[in-house]
């Protein structure tokens, strides 16, 4: 049996193509069932739906043998026990610092004030400022970033961005670019090695499948 990790949402429509392209087609669609293991056309080969934050821990402990997770999420986990071959080229943003419009971020760099940052990428942002030598707090958040600097919880945050809408609806402005986000497959390193028959067709149809893509 071979067990994949996915998150519902943006990750799963961008992921339903290149299963197909495996040959595999869910039994049921995530978005509406809740069940959180899902039977496919092929006998040896399930899905398993989890918080997009926790497919890296699944496929590293060997709950799952691969898995589909974005890079910001991978950056956080460490990637400790994980094969990652492919660049899947899906659910494609930007991690970015953003401030509320107005607020003088690289004045107040250059004054060497010390800013406080909420974010839900804590070890991004940290990497991030480190290098470029600003001295920040950081306040971890879970989700909703957008609202921290509105409300006096943080000076900027450092969160994903797509479109530019949210920020634009909460007269955020991104004043800085932290690093390109798209999602990866990720496997268990030793599922690849004793589970290779399985395993190894499946990321070759991915890598051919998003090859065409782009
Ligand atoms: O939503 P939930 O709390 O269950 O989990 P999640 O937010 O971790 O999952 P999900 O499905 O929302 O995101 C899964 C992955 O999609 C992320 O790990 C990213 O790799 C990728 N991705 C791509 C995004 C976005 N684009 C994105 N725009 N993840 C989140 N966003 C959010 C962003 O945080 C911000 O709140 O969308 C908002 C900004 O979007 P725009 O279009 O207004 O700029
Ligand atoms: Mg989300």
């Known amino acids: ?15 339903v193509p290149l299963l197909a392209a495996a040959g595999i087609v869910p039994s ?13 056309n092929r006998e040896d080969v399930r899905l398993v739906i989890v918080r997009a934050t926790d ?3 699944y496929v590293q402990y060997g709950a799952a043998d691969l898995g589909i997770a974005g890079y910001d999420v991978l950056l956080e986990h460490g990637g400790v026990g994980l094969y990652q071959p492919l660049d ?3 659910a494609k943003c930007r991690l970015m610092v953003a401030v509320r419009e107005g607020f003088d971020y690289f004045a107040a760099v250059k004054q060497g004030a010390r800013l406080r940052v909420a974010t839900k990428y804590v070890e991004s942002a940290r990497e991030h400022f480190a290098k470029k030598g600003v001295h920040v707090d950081l306040i971890k958040l879970y989700g909703s970033m957008e609202l921290a600097p509105l409300v006096g919880l943080a000076d900027a945050i450092v969160d994903l961005v797509s479109t530019g809408g949210t920020l634009l609806a909460n007269q955020l402005e991104a004043v800085e670019h932290v690093q390109d986000v798209s999602s990866r497959l990720v496997v268990n390193q030793a599922s690849l090695k004793l589970k290779r028959a399985g395993v190894q067709p499946i990321i070759d149809a991915f890598a051919s499948a998003s090859a065409h893509h782009h």
């Open 1 to 15: 049996m071979i067990t994949i990790a996915l998150s519902k949402g943006r990750i799963f429509e961008e992921t």
């Open 28 to 40: 049921e669609d995530p978005e509406s069932s809740r069940k959180l293991i899902l039977a496919t």
């Open 55 to 57: 497919v890296p821990t």
């Open 88 to 90: 899947l080229a899906i």
